[in-house]
DNA sequence: TGCCTTGTATTATTCGAGTAATACAAGCTA
DNA sequence: TAGCTTGTATTACTCGAATAATACAAGGCA
């Protein structure tokens, strides 16, 4: 997995889970893989995966079973209604920031019908 | 001015003064604050600022009048084509993250009428 | 001329993200 | 029971972003 050097990794893995839950990549209910193994996956320590589950789990998206395993929140509407959240909450920043640039209604339109 | 902890604070101020630059607060030609003006103004190191105008002048947005100061690239239509670049670019990463959370053409559609 | 402002550069230091290497507890399973 | 996997926690270390404190060169200006 590759990183951006002008954030943290953990910061990007948790928007990297994020992405995979909501798509749908990891199921409700679904084990995720555990720390050791997704550090491994990510190249990374096991300490900076476990700090990602743990924000994650703060937010409700995953719970722990120890000994099982982490696994993803099982309340499907729970699930959708924090992907409407974030869809919501990244467009309007979006919104935002394009405003600073001087996009108007028009030039957004026109923006988002390219290619 | 305020920083968010998960991303490099000169990363952070490239992009707003991008911003500024695009959205026509910093009009072609005009002298940009002088790097300790600016990072007083932010609450930063000058070195910090210095990185960040380094950047932008690589990127031809801005350039140098030693001992003048900083000023913005006078040339009206690099300076279009250069915000031209970055909305495409900001807009295709942008619904590439969507896509990611299963958003389709249709939702995104319904996403960008919101509020 | 002499001061001020400007950019540029350097050195040492601080601070926090991330790493490395363990160790421990608890439960599943053969 | 014994071993494996799981999460959790701790300590020491590395590395780079950012700071702090200067110093220097060059041009504008009074």
Redesign the interface.
């Known amino acids: 997995m590759e990183f951006k050097s ?3 990794i ?2 990007q893995i948790v928007t990297y889970m ?3 839950i ?3 990549r990891y199921q409700a209910g679904q084990k995720i893989p555990p720390i050791r193994e997704f550090a491994a996956f990510c190249s990374v320590n096991p300490n900076t995966v476990a700090k990602v589950y743990a924000i994650l789990e703060t937010e409700g998206l995953i719970y722990t079973d120890s000994t099982l395993g982490k696994f993803v929140n099982p309340n499907k509407e729970f699930l959708k209604k924090k ?1 409407r959240e ?3 909450s ?3 920043a ?1 919104k935002e ?2 405003k ?4 108007d209604e028009e ?2 339109l026109c ?2 019908k ?2």
Do not use: I, P
């Not at 600073?100 to 996009?103: A, E, M, P």
């Open positions: 002008n954030e943290t953990a910061s994020k992405k995979e909501f798509g749908g992907r974030y869809l919501q990244e467009m309007a979006f920031e394009l600073k640039c001087g996009v030039e957004f923006l988002t390219q290619e």
